[in-house]
């Protein structure tokens, strides 16, 4: 079992950046590949970015990619997400979440495991 718990969101404008984390519980987080996902009011939940359980694969939606990093420190059992030069169309709830399958890149909600409670992003133009 692993509890996930999003922090870092806030409100910031056009421009600006953020660092979203998610703390997992649990002994086996090193294991589990781990992702970000965003919901935009009245939208489906789509794909952010993913990193493999040693940190040395990642992928990245288009929309976000050379914008946003993640990466993960498994000694503390922390999943990040550093947004740079957001835009209001990032605005969003971002939800973290880990899969079982941690050597792959999952972009399906689905294929993931365990999911934290989301954390409010709002850009302002």
């Known amino acids: 079992q692993v509890q996930l718990v999003e922090s870092g969101g806030g409100l910031v404008q056009a421009g600006g950046s953020l660092r979203l984390s998610c703390a997992a519980s649990?002994?086996?987080?090193?294991?589990?590949?781990m992702g970000w996902f965003r919901q935009a009011p009245g939208k489906e939940r789509v794909f952010v970015s993913a990193?493999?359980?040693?940190?040395?694969?990642?992928h990245y939606a288009d929309s976000v990619k050379g914008r946003f990093t993640i990466s993960r420190d498994n000694a503390k059992n922390t999943v990040y997400l550093r947004m740079n030069s957001l835009k209001p169309e990032d605005t969003a709830v971002y939800y973290c979440?880990?899969?079982?399958?941690?050597?792959?890149?999952?972009?399906?909600?689905?294929?993931?495991?365990?999911w934290g409670q989301g954390t409010q992003v709002t850009v302002s133009s």
């Open positions: 979440a880990a899969s079982r399958f941690g050597s792959l890149l999952l972009q399906t909600a689905s294929q993931y495991d365990y």
């Open positions: 649990g002994r086996t987080f090193s294991s589990y590949g």
């Open positions: 990193i493999t359980w040693d940190g040395m694969n990642t």
